[in-house]
């Protein structure tokens, strides 16, 4: 009940704001609530629009919301210095030669690095005053691209890897963000202030990290679309690690263009992350991701609807129908349904799920151990540290309520070079007799799988996927749909997933529902 009057006033703030904000008006009534890159990007060209006015913009959206929503740990106190760096670039640099990204202001998730007044904490007090040695990888690449780094936004802690307990969406740092559309609706996570924070206007675009269905989850609790990259296909070095065998960073939109567009920019080899991201680097079209935004991008495709056992498990009439209607829309698109297939292995899947818990203990133990050493300066250098923190200031971190059962497990588990040889070979094992298999018997081009089930068979494989907004449960909680597909094969993946889009445009602005 005490949302549902807050919810209202924030309603009425931010429609009051939008009148305020309508100055900047074009011909089209140019609204920044809701604007896409392109729509910004038009703007700028006409010089109806500064970058300045944008963070200004999403300062005071997450001024208003982000008490309620906790999207947003920290604001960066450079973005408008950056905003009025961008604006005088645009004026003397040509056009036609800016990126896409240039003057955008865009939120990182809190577990990736950047060497600025912003803390990266992974949402946990223990990081807090820590110093990195440069920006991460991709933050590199938003830089030069002209982004603006308007914040950090919240995360389940650790990126879920410290409590089992621990709800989605909370951490030390910000407490619990809120699911946009129902207040009192699972957020999901671990990327859940990437997908708050854009899903409600706070940014214009985010990053977030996956490991396990991070990015593609809640991209479909929040209505969002979230691009779970190809293993390599993005550098994650400064990204506070689970582990690098399955670790990837990607964009959550408002839109699949918009996904694409920064999807472009950070993409490609990083010296810090050489082998991953050199074997990656393949498959980085030339020209980018940008040319596969194409209205007629179902035509043609062969598309595995996965029922067993991932459509079969979805509860609800209301989900059921939608995903029936979304099968005849991707039809008269012009793909072909090739109904029900199935991983031929999925009956051991339980085991090998069991030995990726295994596998990201034992590899979580080595690589944060790796990060935290790096740092410039930090309170904390080890796991045997962050427990210890955890335990001395159990309050903050709320210890007695979550624990930190994933810590703890990690740091007494002890493999040897061998047992993570062996997981591997199972891994790599199921995911050639699985998923690889099955695509290539079939010839398709994706598989079809609804909200972010899949996660794990993409996690394991290093594949790709694509979360797309695909409706509202009864309460008014979204969900969306994936798409996957094997390494490299995110062009046709965002065909599919951008003429899906355009044809069934799901996306609405969030409700505050209590
Ligand atoms: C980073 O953390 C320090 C505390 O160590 C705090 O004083 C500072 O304001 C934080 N930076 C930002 C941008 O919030
Ligand atoms: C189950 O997984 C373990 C390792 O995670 C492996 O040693 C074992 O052979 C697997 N069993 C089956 C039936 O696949
Ligand atoms: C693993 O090794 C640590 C010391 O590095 C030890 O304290 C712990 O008991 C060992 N755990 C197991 C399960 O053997």
């Not at 060209?45 to 906790?70: H, M, P």
């Not at 879920?160 to 910000?174: K, M, T």
């Not at 408002?254 to 074997?279: E, M």
């Not at 493999?415 to 699985?434: A, D, M, P, W, Y």
Request: charged share 20%; glycine share 8%; net charge positive.
């Amino acid at each position: 009940m005490a949302f549902s009057y807050s919810s209202f006033n924030f309603l009425f703030l931010s429609s009051a704001l939008l009148i305020l904000s309508a100055t900047v008006t074009s011909t089209h009534h140019f609204r920044i609530k809701e604007a896409t890159i392109r729509d910004i990007q038009i703007q700028f060209k006409d010089e109806k629009l500064t970058s300045r006015q944008l963070v200004e913009f999403y300062l005071g959206e997450i001024r208003k919301l982000n008490s309620l929503l906790r999207g947003v740990i920290e604001v960066n106190p450079d973005a408008l210095f950056l905003a009025d760096k961008a604006d005088k670039e645009r004026k003397v640099k040509a056009a036609g030669t800016l990126n896409w990204l240039h003057g955008i202001p865009i939120l990182l998730k809190d577990n990736i690095a950047t060497k600025d007044k912003l803390n990266t904490t992974a949402g946990s007090f223990a990081l807090l005053g820590s110093i990195v040695p440069r920006d991460a990888g991709v933050v590199m690449k938003l830089r030069k691209a002209g982004a603006i780094i308007l914040g950090k936004a919240s995360l389940s802690e650790w990126a879920h890897f410290r409590s089992s307990g621990a709800p989605s969406g909370w951490c030390g740092r910000s407490g619990q963000g809120r699911n946009p559309y129902v207040l009192s609706a699972d957020p999901c996570g671990s990327s859940s202030g990437s997908a708050i924070s854009v899903a409600a206007n706070m940014a214009a675009v985010s990053l977030g990290t996956e490991t396990d269905a991070s990015i593609l989850c809640p991209s479909g609790s929040n209505s969002v679309v979230g691009i779970k990259p190809t293993i390599g296909l993005t550098s994650r070095s400064g990204v506070i690690p689970i582990t690098p065998r399955q670790d990837t960073v990607g964009p959550m939109c408002r839109t699949v263009a918009d996904a694409v567009y920064v999807l472009d920019a950070i993409v490609g080899f990083d010296g810090r992350d050489a082998d991953a991201t050199r074997k990656a680097s393949k498959f980085i079209p030339h020209g980018g991701y940008r040319q596969f935004l194409k209205p007629d991008g179902l035509k043609g495709k062969r598309l595995g609807i996965m029922r067993d056992p991932f459509f079969n498990s979805v509860t609800g009439t209301v989900i059921t129908q939608a995903f029936k209607h979304h099968f005849n829309t991707l039809r008269k698109g012009g793909a072909v349904l090739v109904d029900d297939v199935k991983l031929s292995n999925m009956d051991i899947f339980s085991n090998v799920s069991y030995g990726e818990q295994v596998a990201m203990l034992l590899e979580f133990k080595s690589s944060i151990d790796a990060y935290l050493k790096e740092l410039v300066v930090s309170p904390v250098r080890s796991l045997a540290d962050l427990i210890t923190f955890n335990n001395k200031f159990s309050k903050l971190e709320m210890i007695n309520e979550y624990g930190q059962d994933y810590f703890l497990a990690a740091q007494m588990i002890n493999g040897t070079v061998n047992v993570e040889k062996q997981l591997r070979k199972i891994f790599e094992k199921f995911s050639r007799e699985g998923l690889e298999q099955l695509m290539r018997k079939k010839k398709l081009d994706a598989v079809v799988t609804p909200g972010s089930d899949i996660s794990s068979v993409l996690a394991i494989g290093g594949f790709p996927g694509i979360s797309v907004p695909a409706g509202f449960d009864k309460k008014g909680v979204p969900f969306g749909i994936c798409f996957g597909g094997l390494k490299g094969s995110e062009p046709k993946l965002i065909e599919i997933a951008y003429a899906f889009e355009q044809a069934t445009n799901v996306r609405k602005p969030p409700s505050f529902k209590p």
